[in-house]
């Protein structure tokens, strides 16, 4: 398949598990190509734990407002509007965000050539799978509500643009959400109060990490990592991928890693969670991207739901455990306990 034939959709999933630093990403940086600029003409939503936002502020500070900025903290998306205030969301366990805009014209489907030039290319309909009445870009939990007619029946949140284009916060199990409030008072949220520093950010040291980590002396290294304080993002399938690639053993307490294994397993940390934001996530399951190619991080990975095989590295078989309790998969040669 061409990749002019695959750019105008793009689906994206990941596991049925918390998202983590790179899916959120992956989600992030589809939105910040799609949706700066646009002005938010309306809002509707079904489930008010979902949407808890007082009335008169989302008249005030969301409609109208133009969209400024898309960023991410740890898990967390933040929208920011030209009003000064900010959506904070949660995908959780089951979130979706679905970007749905219709085709200027029928009988040609109007794409760019990536999301975000202003070059555009007209492909007839006949030479492209995709129906020409929309664009989408979806990205969340992997079910039937990324690619069929929305809103549906997990729909929480519609925002509609005032250029017709909409934005679908979709929550199966409803414990995601979606939160105005003004911009300033972001920091200030319990959770952003106390979550760890980016491990991609420029200013993110291997001395810090190793200062932040040493302070759970007493803990086993994997669930350190996956300690929110530690450091932001770091869920199951990367400390599994980060210690193997550091040929540390999970159970491991931290005060038994010695300086240059905690300095090898930052630069293992920072290589799997780009690596993971190169192939869109951790998805197990088919997506395409704009560059048309199809795969997952999951195909990449080391130990990570590869029990049963043969370790890349060294030939024995990978095994699934339990520590910190979560599924471990490691490789009981090369990490030892």
């Known amino acids: 398949m061409s990749k002019s034939a695959l750019i105008r959709r793009i689906y994206l999933c990941y596991n049925c598990v918390m998202p983590e630093l790179p899916e959120v990403e992956t989600v992030r940086r589809g939105l910040h190509r799609l949706i700066i600029g646009k002005t938010v003409a309306g809002e509707d939503h079904d489930w008010p734990k979902g949407f808890p936002n007082a009335s008169t502020d989302v008249a005030e500070f969301l409609i109208g407002a133009t969209i400024t900025d898309v960023r991410r903290r740890a898990k967390v998306l933040l929208i920011d509007l030209s009003s000064e205030y900010t959506l904070v969301i949660h995908l959780k366990m089951t979130g979706q965000l679905v970007f749905v805009q219709e085709a200027q014209k029928r009988g040609v489907g109007v794409r760019k050539r990536e999301i975000g030039e202003d070059s555009e290319i007209p492909i007839p ?25 929305l809103p549906d029946r997990s729909t929480r949140v519609t ?12 929550d199966q199990r409803k414990f995601g959400w979606v939160r105005l409030m003004p911009t300033v008072e972001v920091p200030n949220i319990d959770f952003m109060k106390k979550v760890g520093p980016e491990p991609l950010s420029e200013d993110f040291t291997a001395a810090e990490f190793t200062s932040r980590i ?3 002396a007493n803990t086993n290294i994997k669930a350190a990592l996956l300690d929110q304080t530690v450091v932001a993002g770091i869920g199951n399938i990367y400390a599994d991928e980060s210690l193997w690639g550091a040929k540390i053993h999970p159970s491991t307490l931290v005060k038994n890693v010695d300086d240059a294994e905690l300095r090898l397993l930052f630069k293992e940390m920072q290589f799997v969670l780009l690596l993971a934001i190169e192939k869109g996530g951790s998805t197990d399951r088919n997506y395409v991207n704009a560059e ?22 060294c030939g024995n078989g990978i095994v699934k455990t339990r520590v910190a309790g979560r599924g471990t998969h490691t490789c009981p040669e090369c990490q030892k306990v």
């Open 125 to 149: 309909i006949s030479q492209s799978p995709i129906p020409a009445d929309e664009v989408r870009f979806g990205a969340g939990h992997p079910n039937d509500s990324l690619i069929g007619q």
């Open 159 to 170: 925002f509609t643009f005032s250029d017709g284009s909409q934005l679908f916060f979709n």
């Open 214 to 216: 040493r302070r759970r």
């Open 292 to 313: 048309g190619k199809r795969g997952s991080y999951i195909d990449f990975a080391r130990v990570f739901r590869r029990e049963g095989l043969d370790c890349p590295r």
